[in-house]
């Protein structure tokens, strides 16, 4: 890490702490060059997930609106919330793996999947999905997803 005082990149970490409440580690550092101590953070990278739409729009994803498409869909059968939600966060999981932009088809994929519009998924069906397909034969609800 550059020190703030003479641009020397030799350091020596003199302590290492968690911070933030787990959410960062804090170093203090020491430069080898000038003695300056300085501190540094370290943080998960956030990485941007981002829905692109037909129209090429792109979006940041919100498993809320997942929740809602499913819950439209689903609004004459017995879906609980939390089964929603567990669905959203499990296709939230399954998108995440395929890279930080996915098309919004891609994301009506397995709420197809969901609504018995689509038996197949270029997404493998997670357990949640599985129980949901079980229990909800069959409603075709595309227009919601
Ligand atoms: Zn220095």
Redesign the pocket.
Known sequence: MR?P??S?VEDRVMDSRTAEEGAAIRRRRE?L??G?RFTTYERLEEVPFVVVKRSGHREPFERAKVVAGLKAAGKNRPLSLPLLEQIAAEVEETLRLEGSEVTSQQVAWPCWTHCGGATTSPISASPACTKALLTQATFSARQAC
Do not use: E, F, M, W
């Open positions: 020190c005082r003479c020397g430069c060059a000038c300056r």
